[in-house]
């Protein structure tokens, strides 16, 4: 009996550490876009250094994100930034 509540215990145990990662970890797209809101979306209008260069980016956790590595149409139903600001 007392096996048996000791298994049951370490079961609910693990069951609950399981549940508070998927919590706390950052959503992610399924082809793996950061679902996250952005603090801020910007879009560079100064010339590009190299042709070609991605132009636009977020800041998300004071850190430059590229724009290829969020799911923007997410960004654009759920958050309160929905279009870029123009930078220069």
Sequence with gaps: MHKRFLVIAVVLI???IAAVFLLVRPA???????RVCPE????????PVQPG???QYFII?????????????WVRANCEVKEPTVVY
């Design 14 to 16: 693990l069951a609950a």
């Design 28 to 34: 992610t797209a399924p082809v793996g876009l950061l």
């Design 61 to 73: 956790a004071d850190e430059r994100r590229e724009f290829d590595e969020v799911d923007v149409d």
């Design 53 to 55: 260069e991605q132009r």
């Design 40 to 47: 801020a979306w910007y879009d560079n209008q100064m010339p």
